[in-house]
């Protein structure tokens, strides 16, 4: 709620003052030191924890941050209107089970995947206080890129790359 009243926030100064704004609408975003799921994520993979998404079939996008700062660098640079929305995100939008494999490889370790049933999986994070990390782990995200690419900008590193980086491994690419 605060972010869309953020953002009519900024409309309203946009239409008054004439002054540019690109409201940057990202989805998970990763990098050295980000915390949350992503965080969880990492520190499961260089265990060797057993994680339980292996059945999951979902579609999602994710955003480096190295990829976010060079969007935010391109939109300074760039004449636009008075308002614009970008939806922004790696290039490559994955299953979560691919997302762990890559996270898995930029560690230098095994995926450690298992199937589970989506409902047993829904009902064990909920019995583990984090019920919404459900649609995060098992929903589907996929963004639209399109207004973004238009702008003129492409994302400068892919998404194993970015995960390279952020887990510590010295880029590939």
């Given amino acids: ?3 869309a009243a953020a953002e009519t926030g900024l409309k309203a100064i946009a239409g008054q003052t004439g002054i540019q704004v690109s409201i940057v ?3 998970l975003i990763y990098g050295r030191g980000a915390v949350g799921n992503f965080q969880l994520l990492i520190r499961a993979v260089r265990r060797g924890v057993p994680l339980p998404f292996a059945s999951i079939r979902n579609r999602r996008a994710f955003l480096g941050v190295q990829n976010l700062s060079s969007f935010i660098a391109h939109r300074l640079t760039a004449v636009g209107g ?3 929305t970008f939806l922004v995100a790696d290039n490559e939008q994955v299953s979560t ?4 494999r890559q996270i898995a490889e930029a560690v230098g370790k095994p995926a450690r995947l298992v199937p589970a049933p989506e409902l047993l999986l829904r009902g064990l994070l909920k019995l583990g206080g984090r019920a919404e990390a459900g649609n995060s782990l098992i929903g589907s995200l996929e963004i639209d890129m399109s207004k973004a690419l238009a702008s003129g900008w492409r994302p400068e590193l892919s998404q194993q790359a970015g995960l390279q980086l952020a887990v510590g491994a ?3 690419d």
């Avoid at 089970?97 to 762990?100: A, C, I, K, T």
């Fill in 1 to 3: 709620m605060s972010k």
């Fill in 82 to 84: 008075n308002l614009e």
């Fill in 97 to 100: 089970p691919e997302f762990v």
């Fill in 170 to 172: 010295p880029r590939q």
């Fill in 25 to 27: 609408r990202p989805p």
